[in-house]
C-alpha cells in the first residue's frame, strides 16, 4: 500500500469553463504532476475533502479525449 499523498501545498486550478456558481466541476493541481508524476484532482464544491490522483499520462489522454469531443452530449 502507499502512504498518502500531502496535498496541503497543491496549488489547484479550476477550468475557465466553469461557471463559478459552485456547480459540477473539478479543481485539479498541475504543479504537483510535474514533481510527482501524478495528477490530483478534487470536486470543486468539496475542497477540504477527498481527492484522487491519476497518472500524467491517463489525464493526458482524458483531455484529448475531451478536446476532441469524446464525451459530447
Excluded at 468539496?46 to 499520462?57: D, E, F, M, N, R
Amino acid at each position: 500500500m502507499s502512504p498518502a499523498l500531502d496535498l496541503t501545498r497543491a496549488q489547484w486550478i479550476k477550468s475557465s469553463y466553469s461557471e463559478g456558481n459552485g456547480g459540477m466541476c473539478i479543481e485539479v493541481s498541475p504543479a504537483y504532476a510535474q514533481t510527482h508524476a501524478l495528477v490530483p484532482l478534487r470536486d470543486s464544491k468539496t475542497p477540504h475533502g477527498p481527492a484522487i490522483t491519476v497518472s500524467v499520462t491517463g489525464w493526458s489522454s482524458f483531455v484529448d479525449a475531451v478536446k476532441n469531443g469524446e464525451f459530447a452530449v
